[in-house]
């Protein structure tokens, strides 16, 4: 099993350092035969940015593969969905014991997200280090 995730893609520009590639993402059953029939499936055209050192290698039309491992999309994952969950609950259930009523601990609890998502943005810049893409050769 491979420990990559793949993607087929069209580069959309090459700047230098920058490629910008359209994807087309698929949900596990866009394959079906019946997937025009049924709502399950969808089909989705992103647009991801991949940092390179030949960015000017690429040009728009050319045919490209962007890869990503497991591990950057589980690190993504975690930071996108699992660390949200996990302030949103420790935080609904703290405030809920310290005997805030439910409404104003629910209210407070997702409130607590937005200094978190601040941050993320804040420093986008370092985690796009650690979270990106490739072009495979």
Not at 77 to 92: D, K, Q
Request: aromatic share 6%; proline share 3%; glycine share 6%.
């Amino acid at each position: 099993m491979s420990n990559k995730i793949k993607h087929s893609g069209i580069v959309e520009q090459a700047a230098d350092g920058h490629v910008s590639v359209r994807i087309l993402q698929t949900s596990a059953c866009a394959s079906c035969k019946v997937a025009t029939h049924c709502n399950a499936s969808e089909a989705k055209e992103k647009v991801v940015d991949v940092y390179c050192d030949n960015a000017t290698a690429y040009n728009p039309g050319d045919e490209v593969t962007v890869t990503a491992s497991k591990d950057v999309a589980n690190r993504a994952l975690l930071m996108g969905f699992g660390l949200p969950l996990l302030i949103l609950i420790v935080t609904l259930v703290s405030l809920t014991l310290a005997g805030c009523d439910e409404g104003n601990a629910a209210l407070a609890s997702l409130a607590m997200l937005v200094p978190y998502y601040l941050l993320l943005w804040l420093f986008r810049s370092q985690i796009s280090r650690h979270i990106s893409f490739s072009i495979e050769p």
